[in-house]
Every structure is written in structure tokens, then in C-alpha cells.
């Protein structure tokens, strides 16, 4: 069975950090283009950033560049998120996918569990 096992959320104060992970099992996840999204209550879902499978670049949202790292062990096969200088507004569920475009958000076919992130001021 294909699917994605999200770990790391919790509690943390303002401006401190975490790292999610998403360890994929019954695929590769360099196979894919690998994205984090997040969500609040009554809000979509929002890319927060993106490695495509087709170049290998690395795509951040402006709300989290500069704080946010997205990274990968393929000898895991699992995929990061380094979150640093938390803020309150980063408070969100936060998800891994694996998408079969290079793109995203576009087709997105296995999801993570999805693990919750709450910064505390």
C-alpha cells in the first residue's frame, strides 16, 4: 500500500522551530514532484513548497521563505521540513503529497496523514 507517514508537529513557541517528515512507503518519493501544503480551518489548501520532479528546483512560498527548508534522504525515502522562526500564523495543519506533474497541487496522488503545527505567543 502506497502512502506517506507524517511525524514532528506539536507545540512550539514563537519563533521557535520543528521538522516534519514524511517517510513514503510503497513508492519512491524521488519518483515524484514532492510538495508541503498547509491548511487553516476555512481556508484551502496552500502550497508551501515544491520539489519538481522534472528539474529538481525547489519552490517556496513568500510567506515562508527564508525560515521554511524542504529537503529529502532518498536513502530513507523520506522527505523534511525545517521550520525556523516560527510565527503564530504558521499555526496550521500541515501535509506532504506526492504529485504526478511537475507542478504541485496539480495531481496529487498520495497524501500524508497530515500532522498539526501550533505556534504560541
Known amino acids: 500500500e502506497e502512502q506517506f507517514v507524517e511525524s514532528g508537529g506539536g507545540l512550539v513557541q514563537i519563533r521557535g522551530s520543528l521538522r516534519l517528515s514524511c517517510a513514503a512507503s510503497?513508492?519512491?518519493?524521488?519518483?515524484?514532484?514532492i510538495g508541503w501544503y498547509r491548511q487553516v480551518p476555512g481556508k484551502g489548501r496552500e502550497v508551501i513548497s515544491c520539489?519538481?520532479?522534472?528539474?529538481?528546483?525547489?519552490y517556496y512560498a513568500d510567506s515562508v521563505k527564508g525560515r521554511f527548508t524542504m529537503s529529502g534522504d532518498n536513502a530513507k525515502n523520506t522527505v523534511y521540513l525545517e521550520m525556523n522562526d516560527l510565527k503564530p500564523e504558521d499555526t496550521a495543519v500541515y501535509y506532504c503529497?506526492?504529485?504526478?506533474?511537475?507542478?504541485?497541487?496539480?495531481?496529487?496522488?498520495?497524501w500524508g496523514q497530515g500532522t498539526q503545527v501550533t505556534v504560541s505567543s
Open positions: 520539489i519538481s520532479k522534472s528539474d529538481g528546483k525547489t
Open positions: 510503497g513508492f519512491r518519493a524521488d519518483d515524484y514532484t
Open positions: 503529497a506526492a504529485d504526478l506533474t511537475p507542478v504541485c497541487g496539480n495531481y496529487a496522488i498520495y
